[in-house]
């Protein structure tokens, strides 16, 4: 009883350390909102007026920080979009490089910051928004 008692127990503590590198991963996944933008583009230059200035002392921003791309040129070989980008802007999200979601297209800001915070909430993305009316 006593060894079955000791390799549980020695069990546990092996599973603890795993566990919490798991965790400390997810926690620490590298999170980007990536802005395909391309010259001329006049609801990338809306969006640049209306969200730009604010977005990363926004507790979106910080969360997920602004990379912008332009699509007129090579697509960086860290990113891994999982379709085309047809349409600007978009905004990509990506985790450790990897496309999770995406918004196409700027709906004006009430509806990027509702659409890009369901975005993080469904990665398990932790940010605080204090916005009042």
């Not at 583009?41 to 007026?49: D, F, H, K, L, S």
């Not at 990379?67 to 070989?77: A, D, G, L, Q, T």
């Not at 979009?81 to 800001?109: M, W």
Request: with cysteine; glycine share 6%.
């Amino acid at each position: 009883m006593f060894k079955r008692l000791t390799t549980s127990f020695l069990a546990m503590l092996l599973a603890l350390p795993v566990a919490l590198v798991l965790s400390m991963h997810a926690a620490y996944a590298e999170t980007t909102l990536v802005m395909a933008e391309e010259p001329g583009c006049i609801w990338c230059a809306r969006w640049n007026a209306e969200i730009a200035p604010i977005y990363p002392k926004t507790p979106e921003g910080q969360a997920a920080p602004l990379r912008r791309v332009n699509i007129s040129e090579p697509i960086p070989e860290d990113i891994a979009f999982a379709r085309r980008v047809n349409f600007t802007p978009t905004f990509v999200l990506l985790v450790d490089g990897v496309e999770r979601s995406r918004i196409e297209g700027y709906p004006a800001g009430d509806f990027f910051w509702g659409l890009l915070g369901q975005m993080l909430e469904k990665e398990g993305i932790v940010f605080e928004v204090k916005r009042g009316k």
